[in-house]
């Protein structure tokens, strides 16, 4: 089942979605992409909305013996490192806390390699009172997301939404729990994986990521 041609057929569809749901336009929004794909997405989410784009850098932690399976998210708000876990599969594989501490160190240093290169010397979008919109190309666990957004909700938000072109139900139900707006556009069944409902899923670069926040740069404005 393919719904999306590419990242950014996805994002403009996703854009016209949310400027029918949110009456906030320009400086009173804050559309933040989660690298690498969700940038990709984002950038027509910023563009309908008429806001700054940036970057938020939740990263995964896989398990052991499989590094595609998520045990775990970690994200930072302003140096604090925010770690959401999947207790049943913690549980399930038997992770110890010894290899969870090394594995989100290992992922924090990532984090803030990726931020010094994609914001290069820009300082970060405001988000305190702001509208803060998170995107991404898709939900699976949906840990990324929320670790994302419990690092923003520390920044004093005035309203934040994950928001998203495709996810199962069970992962918007795992955010909705935790007080998380979320907005959808399709919610596929079986779900299986993001990249089978583009035409298009290809593995986005750095440069990319780069190109999209520099084409939007002149709607940002420093707190």
Do not use: C, W
């Amino acid at each position: 089942m393919r719904l999306f041609r590419d990242r950014v057929d996805a994002g403009t569809r996703l854009g016209a979605h949310l400027a029918t749901r949110l009456p906030e336009r320009g400086s009173a929004v804050t559309v933040l992409g989660i690298p690498r794909g969700g940038v990709i997405v984002a950038g027509p989410v910023a563009d309908a909305l008429e806001a700054p784009l940036d970057v938020v850098v939740p990263r995964k932690v896989g398990a052991p013996d499989n590094p595609e399976l998520a045990v775990a998210a970690v994200a930072l708000a302003e140096g604090e490192q925010i770690v959401v876990r999947d207790e049943a599969t913690l549980r399930l594989l038997h992770v110890g806390e010894a290899y969870l501490d090394r594995a989100a160190a290992r992922e924090r240093h990532e984090i803030v390699r990726r931020l010094a290169a994609y914001r290069r010397d820009r300082p970060p979008a405001p988000v305190s009172g702001r509208v803060v919109v998170v995107v991404d190309d898709g939900l699976a666990t949906g840990l990324t997301a929320r670790a994302a957004a419990q690092a923003l909700v520390r920044l004093g938000p005035l309203r934040l939404l994950v928001a998203v072109p495709v996810a199962p139900p069970e992962a918007v139900a795992e955010l909705v729990a935790e007080g998380i707006e979320v907005e959808v556009l399709e919610f596929p069944s079986p779900f299986r994986a993001v990249g089978r409902f583009y035409d298009s899923f290809e593995p986005v670069e750095d440069e990319e990521v780069v190109a999209a926040l520099r084409a939007r740069e002149g709607r940002f404005r420093p707190a």
